[in-house]
């Protein structure tokens, strides 16, 4: 059944939030996420009559299924190092973007965490993991260069706000590139939290969790980027990957915005009953708060 709420991007994202439960119920839930697959090529609808393709769609559905299931396929992850920009590291929100114009940071994220994890994995030979290490510190590197003080905006190369939720996202991201590529960076990296986390008291909990943040940029071929990044959940994540590295006031600061969140959260019971991602999301940034990130 192809009910909207329950494409391949969402039953991936659950799948990360409720993992025990998704390994219960594993040959179904796949077999569900399989139906979404694009029948003639390595990608996933995101509704039933799409005809484009999503890198982001692509790399949550790898991070889920290598992160809940052990599992990877080959093509998926041959798809994504090809679709990244081999000079710059970024990739674009749709499939075969060439023009730096529209290189997304969002896109070189979720992708950076869906090839970590996949790095991580017992999945990749000699060969792959070569790839895929050079893959991750081109995108991290691309990614470090193209913040806005503490902030980053989704199209660097465009103008528009900074996006706080997406930020935390680049974070997560760039502490799991961190564990692979070694210590070098590692005190730019602990500045890029501080100053992250020391930001929050300008974004108050009652209004990130009003709101959602989309570029609807209009990008090559007259394709609009339509993505949503649900703030709050995507702020928690941030926290989650920085709070080691702050300083004790900005934890302090931290710590009051994260109170503030929980009893946000208790509130927004019809946003998470009505919409499963918006769930998924929240259950996984605070399965990151309680314990290591999968």
Same mark, same amino acid.
């Given at each position: 059944?192809?009910?909207?709420?329950?494409?391949?991007?969402?039953?991936? =994202?659950?799948?990360?939030?409720?993992?025990?439960?998704?390994?219960?119920?594993?040959?179904?839930?796949?077999?569900?996420?399989?139906? !979404?697959?694009? *029948?003639?090529?390595?990608?996933?609808?995101?509704? +039933?009559?799409?005809?484009?393709?999503?890198?982001?769609?692509?790399? !949550?559905?790898?991070?889920?299924?290598?992160?809940?299931?052990?599992?990877?396929?080959?093509?998926?992850?041959?798809?994504?190092?090809?679709?990244?920009?081999?000079?710059?590291?970024? !990739?674009?929100?749709?499939?075969?973007?060439?023009?730096?114009?529209?290189?997304?940071?969002?896109?070189?994220?979720?992708?950076?965490?869906?090839?970590?994890?996949?790095?991580?994995?017992?999945?990749?030979?000699?060969?792959?993991?070569?790839?895929?290490?050079?893959?991750?510190?081109?995108?991290?590197?691309?990614?470090?260069?193209?913040?806005?003080?503490?902030?980053?905006?989704?199209?660097?190369?465009?103008?528009?706000?900074?996006?706080?939720?997406?930020?935390?996202?680049?974070?997560?991201? %760039?502490?799991?590139?961190?564990?692979?590529?070694? +210590?070098?960076?590692?005190?730019?990296?602990?500045?890029?939290?501080?100053?992250? %986390?020391?930001?929050?008291?300008?974004? +108050?909990?009652?209004?990130?969790?009003?709101?959602?943040?989309?570029? *609807?940029?209009?990008?090559?071929?007259?394709?609009?980027?339509?993505?949503?990044?649900?703030?709050?959940?995507?702020?928690?994540?941030?926290?989650?990957?920085?709070?080691?590295?702050?300083?004790?006031?900005?934890?302090?600061?931290?710590?009051? !915005?994260?109170?503030?969140?929980?009893?946000?959260?208790? =509130?927004?019971?019809?946003?998470?009953?009505?919409? +499963?991602?918006?769930?998924?999301?929240?259950?996984?940034?605070?399965?990151? %708060?309680?314990?290591?990130?999968?």
């Amino acid at each position: 059944m192809k009910d909207g709420r329950y494409n391949a991007w969402t039953l991936s =994202q659950m799948s990360l939030a409720l993992p025990a439960h998704a390994q219960s119920c594993k040959r179904g839930l796949l077999s569900r996420i399989e139906h !979404w697959q694009f *029948g003639d090529s390595v990608g996933y609808k995101e509704f +039933p009559d799409d005809t484009t393709h999503k890198v982001p769609l692509i790399a !949550w559905c790898v991070w889920g299924k290598a992160a809940t299931f052990g599992e990877v396929d080959h093509s998926e992850v041959d798809y994504l190092l090809v679709q990244q920009n081999s000079q710059d590291g970024w !990739w674009g929100t749709y499939s075969n973007t060439l023009d730096k114009e529209y290189a997304s940071t969002y896109a070189t994220a979720i992708t950076l965490v869906a090839l970590t994890t996949v790095y991580q994995s017992s999945f990749p030979d000699d060969a792959l993991k070569i790839r895929l290490k050079r893959s991750i510190r081109l995108a991290s590197d691309w990614l470090k260069t193209h913040h806005n003080g503490p902030f980053w905006k989704d199209y660097p190369n465009h103008s528009g706000n900074v996006a706080v939720g997406l930020s935390g996202i680049v974070l997560l991201s %760039l502490r799991r590139a961190q564990d692979i590529l070694g +210590p070098a960076g590692a005190v730019e990296l602990s500045e890029f939290d501080r100053e992250f %986390l020391g930001s929050l008291d300008s974004y +108050p909990v009652p209004l990130m969790a009003e709101f959602s943040e989309i570029s *609807g940029l209009t990008v090559d071929n007259g394709r609009i980027d339509h993505v949503r990044v649900y703030v709050l959940p995507s702020v928690l994540l941030g926290i989650a990957s920085t709070h080691k590295s702050g300083k004790t006031s900005d934890v302090t600061e931290a710590s009051i !915005w994260l109170s503030d969140a929980t009893d946000t959260i208790l =509130q927004s019971r019809d946003l998470v009953s009505d919409y +499963p991602w918006v769930a998924a999301e929240y259950l996984i940034a605070l399965d990151a %708060l309680l314990g290591p990130p999968k």
